[in-house]
């Protein structure tokens, strides 16, 4: 089985400071992880992946994200937040080796809002 | 731009009255997903479609049907909506390929009511 956690509902963070999102995840073969951001009413849109490689993967908009084995992690981050990246962050997983290869499983969310 | 398009982005419908929503793709991708999502919760599977292969979730209602015409096409079917079926529903697809690594694109998503 897969899964994933986001520990915090909501992440408040001063714009020009860096921000943090949190994700652990558990599979029981080697994982594939991704982030997803997703603005008010509308659908999921990808910011970046881990599949293997190099463990820091740079996506969109300047976010990054590190892939930690032996912790399970695989953080969201960037060195400066903007009042516009406020919007809901989905981190996912699809265990390699699983029967459901295609089958995502989404953390629960993390509210982000960048104060002004 | 290549894109997932979804209609309506807002459906009104009563209680028991079937309804229909569609998506559509310029990616040419094989894969299509129809997911159900409530107050910005977690995305929920409900099926998906690996070309014209149809894959149920175990915990999916039978109220819920999918249909996918051809590559581009595909249409999520409530047979009898209840008060509970109210949610977002997003439409997403991917490529598919050795160890399905590739990202899913969403579209807007249809946010259904039911009176």
């Known amino acids: 089985a897969q899964s994933v956690a986001q520990p915090e509902d909501q992440v408040n963070v001063a714009e020009g400071n860096p921000l943090t999102v949190k994700c652990t995840y558990s599979v029981s073969g080697n994982p594939y992880l991704f982030w997803y951001v997703q603005y008010p009413n509308r659908g999921l849109q990808f910011l970046l992946k881990?599949?293997?490689?190099?463990?820091l993967v740079k996506g969109s908009y300047g976010f990054e994200a590190e892939f930690n084995k032996s912790q399970t992690s695989f953080h969201l981050k960037k060195p400066s937040a903007l009042v516009s990246d406020s919007a809901l962050y989905f981190c996912?997983?699809?265990?390699?080796?699983?029967?459901?290869?295609?089958?995502?499983?989404f953390g629960s969310g993390t509210q982000l809002t960048v104060l002004p | 731009d290549a894109m997932v398009i979804q209609n309506p982005r807002y459906q009104v419908t009563q209680f028991g009255k079937p309804v229909t929503l569609s998506c559509s793709q310029t990616?040419?991708?094989?894969?299509m997903y129809w997911y159900q999502q409530k107050s910005s919760q977690a995305p929920k599977l409900l099926f998906h479609?690996?070309?014209?292969?149809?894959?149920n979730e175990a915990d999916t209602p039978d109220n819920f049907q999918s249909r996918r015409p051809n590559t581009s096409f595909c249409f999520l079917d409530i047979r009898s909506p209840g008060l509970g079926d109210a949610a977002m529903y997003l439409c997403?697809?991917?490529?598919?390929?050795?160890?399905?690594?590739?990202?899913?694109?969403f579209g807007p998503g249809t946010r259904l009511t039911v009176t």
């Open positions: 996912a997983v699809r265990d390699i080796s699983s029967g459901s290869a295609r089958q995502l499983t």
């Open positions: 479609y690996y070309d014209k292969d149809f894959n």
């Open positions: 990616l040419n991708h094989n894969v």
């Open positions: 997403a697809t991917s490529r598919s390929g050795t160890g399905d690594a590739y990202e899913q694109y």
């Open positions: 881990y599949i293997t490689g190099d463990n």
